[in-house]
């Protein structure tokens, strides 16, 4: 996050998040429309997130998606031998 997004978050906070996506921008519009501060506190909320969230699901949805995969293999075995 460098000054010119700040102080762009500072003026106009809708568009100081317009590359983060149509989700972000709606919610930083309605929290301007209720309130300038609330706008600003939301824009630099979503400018300051570094994506390691992101990251964080997609390692559990990978090693989620793994383990089914394991127990939906599993579950085909066990029917191909009992009931067979």
């Known amino acids: 996050m ?3 997004r700040v102080i762009l978050c500072v003026i106009f906070p809708p568009l ?15 929290l301007t429309i209720a309130g300038w ?7 630099l909320f ?3 997130r570094d994506g390691s969230i992101n990251r964080k699901f997609e390692n559990s ?10 127990i939906a293999i599993f579950i ?5 031998v009992f009931f067979r």
């Open 2 to 4: 460098n000054i010119t």
């Open 16 to 30: 100081a998040v317009i590359d983060k996506g149509c989700g972000s921008i709606l919610i930083v519009g309605i």
């Open 76 to 80: 085909i075995i066990v029917s191909f």
């Open 37 to 43: 501060v609330p706008g600003i506190i939301g824009a």
């Open 46 to 48: 979503i400018l300051n």
């Open 61 to 70: 949805f990978i090693m989620g998606f793994l383990i089914a995969t394991i």
